[in-house]
């Protein structure tokens, strides 16, 4: 991503934020919108950047959160519905909301490779459509299991963020699906007793783009079980997030050429891709 010399800059507002993520994840794994052990509701990412916008002069002078998009199949968010408090956030809490079901993920691309891209690639023309109709600068990925195209990222490259549960750089680096589970087995077998969180640019390869920010302060303890550890990881994931941002709003030049010059729709719907 080209970023032009600060003087010739023009500032439009603090920078347009959309959060991406999916509720089966958050709410099922994650326990987003249930009762903690101390009774209250088990407060999200999402819940903790608005109040962290509408308290903190620093992010909330700098972002705006303007839309939320998750990718639930309609069967998962049924099911969520009936046996959960849905949406995981407090009524009060007013954002601007897209489910895109991510049905590409029904097929196998293995053996149906064709179909399998077109779904993708339908996939993310709507998605492409709603960051415009909102008018993102920004993505900010948690928990959603979207992997962004090489297409997709010709647009977002330098734009899009990604929040991962634990490092994913150097020789403690776990990425992935399963960093949690890998933490806790990485401990059993040679007695590494920490793990934390990365806010990092995304590329073309998962979990591997430059680090915004990470943190490795979380401790790992004998008895843990991945849902224990997955809590008590939680409050370092949202330290590392918010951090993250701060840096980003820190660096002037970035910020003002995210906000002065948009991106533009991925895709063009109707037109083949070359």
Same mark, same amino acid.
């Given at each position: ?12 507002? !603090? ?11 958050? &709410? ?8 903690? !052990? ?23 002078? $700098? ?14 968010? *049924?099911? /969520? ?21 991510? =049905? ?6 293995? *053996? #149906? ?15 492409? $459509? ?10 900010? $990925? ?8 090489? *297409? ?10 990604? /929040? #991962? ?38 590329? *073309?390869?998962?979990?591997?783009? !430059?680090?915004? @920010?990470?943190?490795?302060?979380? !401790? ?29 709003? &820190? =660096? $002037?030049?970035? &910020?003002?050429?995210?906000?002065? @010059?948009?991106?533009?729709?991925? @895709? ?7």
């Amino acid at each position: 991503m080209w970023f032009p010399g600060e003087d010739s800059i023009e500032h439009r507002g !603090p920078t347009r934020l959309v959060y991406i993520t999916r509720l089966a994840e958050v &709410m099922g794994d994650e326990r987003v919108g249930q009762i903690g !052990p101390d009774g209250e509701l088990f407060q999200g990412s999402l819940e903790r950047i608005g109040r962290s916008l509408a308290t903190d002069q620093v992010l909330g002078d $700098n972002y705006e959160l303007v839309g939320v998009l998750y990718d639930d199949l309609p069967e998962n968010l *049924e099911r /969520l519905e009936a046996e959960l408090q849905f949406p995981p956030w407090p009524q009060e809490f007013s954002v601007n909301e897209r489910n895109i079901p991510g =049905d590409y993920m029904r097929v196998s691309r293995r *053996e #149906h490779p064709n179909r399998w891209r077109e779904m993708k690639r339908d996939f993310e023309v709507d998605v492409s $459509n709603y960051l415009n109709e909102v008018g993102a600068d920004m993505a900010l $990925n948690d928990s959603g299991l979207w992997i962004m195209s090489p *297409e997709f990222l010709e647009v977002w490259s330098g734009r899009a963020i990604n /929040l #991962h549960p634990a490092i994913t750089q150097g020789p403690t680096r776990l990425r992935g699906l399963t960093p949690t589970s890998d933490a806790i087995r990485r401990y059993r077998e040679t007695g590494y007793n920490r793990t934390g969180a990365t806010v990092h640019f995304i590329d *073309e390869i998962i979990d591997n783009g !430059p680090i915004i @920010y990470s943190q490795e302060s979380t !401790p790992i303890f004998p008895d843990d079980t991945i849902e224990s550890l997955r809590i008590r990881n939680y409050d370092t994931k949202q330290e590392v997030l918010e951090q993250g941002l701060r840096q980003l709003a &820190m =660096d $002037n030049t970035f &910020m003002q050429a995210v906000r002065a @010059y948009p991106p533009q729709t991925a @895709y063009k719907v109707g037109v083949e891709s070359e």
